[in-house]
């Protein structure tokens, strides 16, 4: 009788030791958004990019299967929200979205400013008045946009919200709006397309410090959310993160990834 007790109990055990490690790998969804150069869909469907390749790069070394999935940045904020056994990259942290998720890096450090065309704004930024008369475009439900607002633009009478990235480009372009947000690693990107059209751009005020991270859904483990900080950090440590950075982003950039993942942790 104990003999069958014994084994009754062993099999228990396994049976639930395959549930669990069977719970414990089913893949993740990723969402990203169009966002380039970090994510993007090339010409023949693909989604890639160097921050795509990087976490890739970090599925294959701790044996995280899952398909990466691109869609608009709301539309993908919100899936991730309502979702189990999801992550969205490359979100923006901050104190609001803080209990939202569980984050995963930094993917980026950088400095993001507002910026217009100079033959319409002046070269002077400090004779600029906020908001006065002008008209601000930004991505809908983005930090920036909370932090574009604090300066007094709002929603409907001089603050433009869109959905796809290129939208406020093209709006500064077109001269329907007057500033928009632009990252330091995709300035000379927006340079080189302004100058294209034979305008100039010029930095009217820094906004803030941004850091991006891959965001998991609360229901996933605390150890899987380890086995992803500390991918990424080796990542970060042995070179991989700056090959595929290095001949899109800034330089400044992925020193601050570096000394990010140099530093102890207590």
């Known amino acids: 009788m104990k003999l069958l007790f014994r084994n009754l109990f ?39 990019g160097p921050t795509v390749e990087l976490i890739r790069i970090l599925q294959q070394r701790i044996n995280e299967p899952g398909q990466i999935e691109l869609m608009p940045w709301s539309r993908a904020l919100s899936v991730a929200r309502e979702s189990r056994n999801t992550a969205l990259f ?13 984050w995963v890096g930094p993917l980026k450090i950088y400095t993001i400013s507002l910026y217009g065309l100079k033959h319409r704004l002046g070269s002077d930024p400090a004779k600029i008045a906020f908001p006065g008369k002008l008209i601000a475009c930004n991505y809908r ?8 607002m604090k300066l007094g633009f709002v929603e409907g009478r001089n603050l433009v ?11 500064l372009l077109f001269q329907r709006v ?14 080189q397309q302004i100058q294209a059209a ?3 751009l010029i930095e009217v005020r820094q906004l803030s410090e941004r850091k991006r991270y891959l ?16 991918a990424l950090e080796q990542s970060y440590r042995d070179g991989t993160m700056r090959k595929l950075y290095q001949p899109v ?14 530093k102890p942790k207590r």
């Open 141 to 148: 439900n983005s930090a920036t946009a909370e932090d574009i």
């Open 178 to 191: 007057d500033l928009i947000a632009v990252t330091e690693h995709a300035l000379e990107e927006f340079e």
């Open 10 to 48: 062993w099999l228990f055990s396994m049976g639930c030791s395959v549930v669990s490690q069977g719970w414990a790998s089913e893949p993740l969804r990723l969402l990203t958004e169009h966002n380039p150069p970090g994510g993007y869909r090339d010409d023949s469907g693909v989604v890639t």
């Open 90 to 102: 490359e979100t923006v942290y901050t104190e609001e979205r803080a209990p939202w998720f569980k």
């Open 249 to 262: 982003f800034s330089e400044p950039m992925v020193q601050r990834l570096e000394r990010f993942a140099a």
């Open 198 to 200: 034979g305008s100039e």
């Open 161 to 171: 919200l869109t959905g796809r990235a290129g939208d406020c480009l093209n709006m």
């Open 215 to 230: 965001a998991f859904s609360p229901d996933v483990s605390d150890e899987r959310i380890l086995r992803w900080q500390q």
